[in-house]
């Protein structure tokens, strides 16, 4: 099986910076509001009641973003065999998929600004009869291959997809 893009980490980096700074900022709204306005008014120190948590969350958001990007990119596989496409991901929950060659309809590859920095492309394939994914009809998500590589991809799909049709 075929591991991601080095550059991968960056992606699940920043998406798990994204999400536990959604989550501490609420929290510590709601901790500050209950917990910190006792602190605040008992210490004579308000200065330093107000920034020893937000020191805390930063800390906190960076040990558990690059913990969380080093294990996502380290469970994250994917594998062409002669009749499908193989995914295997997930930290706690696995998910494995099968894609089906007969099935897949489109092949589509995308850089956004962080991939074109850092030089990868993701690999979206879409498949007849599959109606969620990330933002498009995807059953096949492959998040970070080298530039070349999803243009090979492309192309064997490609070949598969025009076989299949008799083209």
């Known amino acids: ?16 910076y994204f999400t536990l700074v959604f989550l501490s900022f ?18 004579s120190g308000y200065l330093s009641s107000l920034l020893l948590p937000i020191l805390y969350v930063i800390i906190f958001v960076i040990v558990v973003g690059e913990i ?6 380290n469970r994250w596989f994917y594998e062409f065999t002669p009749m499908n496409l193989k995914i295997e991901n997930g930290i706690i929950w696995k998910r494995y998929s099968n894609v089906p060659y007969e099935r897949i309809q489109n092949v589509d ?12 492309s993701s ?8 109606s969620s994914g990330r ?20 192309n064997f799909l490609m070949k598969k997809i025009g076989k299949k049709q008799g083209l």
């Open 123 to 130: 690999v979206n394939i879409q498949t007849a009869g599959y």
């Open 1 to 16: 099986m075929e591991k991601l893009h080095p550059g991968a980490k960056w992606l699940f980096r920043i998406k798990a």
């Open 109 to 120: 590859i995308t850089r956004g600004i962080i991939a074109r920095i850092i030089g990868f």
């Open 68 to 73: 969380y990007a080093r294990m996502a990119y």
């Open 26 to 43: 609420f929290l510590f709204i709601w901790g500050f509001s209950i917990l910190g306005a006792i602190f605040f008014w008992e210490n």
């Open 135 to 154: 933002g498009i009809n995807v059953e096949g998500y492959i998040p970070a291959v080298s530039v070349n590589k999803a243009e090979e991809i492309r």
